[in-house]
């Protein structure tokens, strides 16, 4: 099992990025699939959940109405679409495997993680 979580950068406050999880060494189209981020001296947090058809998604309260949370099972990848970007969105963004059915917004429910991509937000 492999994620591979990219598209971070450096990005001035109110802009977007588009980050992207792929995966591959298991049947995406099966599992729900979670975004969490962690900042600098923080934990790591929730920041987006999606079944593992699409047609249901979850958010953290910080973040809706400004992310987005998809996916393309046939790419085999998961995306989080991140606009009006806020300093406070500056951190290390993860794509995990929720170990079973149903979101969960506790990271001990998720088993496969990605590396990471970071994002930085500047005002």
């Known amino acids: 099992v492999q994620l591979q979580a990219s598209g971070g950068g450096l990005v001035q406050a109110g802009g977007s990025l588009q980050l992207s999880c792929a995966a591959s060494?298991?049947?995406?189209?099966?599992?729900?699939m979670g975004w969490f981020r962690q900042a600098p001296g923080k934990e790591r947090e929730f920041v987006a959940a999606i079944s593992s058809g699409g047609g249901r998604t979850n958010y953290a309260d910080s973040v809706k109405g400004r992310f987005s949370i998809s996916r393309d099972n046939a790419k085999n990848t998961v995306y989080l679409q991140m606009n009006s970007l806020k300093p406070e969105d500056t951190a290390v963004y993860y794509c995990?495997?929720?170990?079973?059915?149903?979101?969960?917004?506790?990271?001990?429910?998720?088993?496969?993680w990605g590396q990471g991509t970071l994002v930085t937000v500047f005002s």
């Open positions: 995990a495997r929720r170990s079973r059915s149903g979101s969960s917004y506790n990271d001990d429910d998720y088993d496969y």
């Open positions: 060494g298991f049947i995406l189209s099966i599992y729900y």
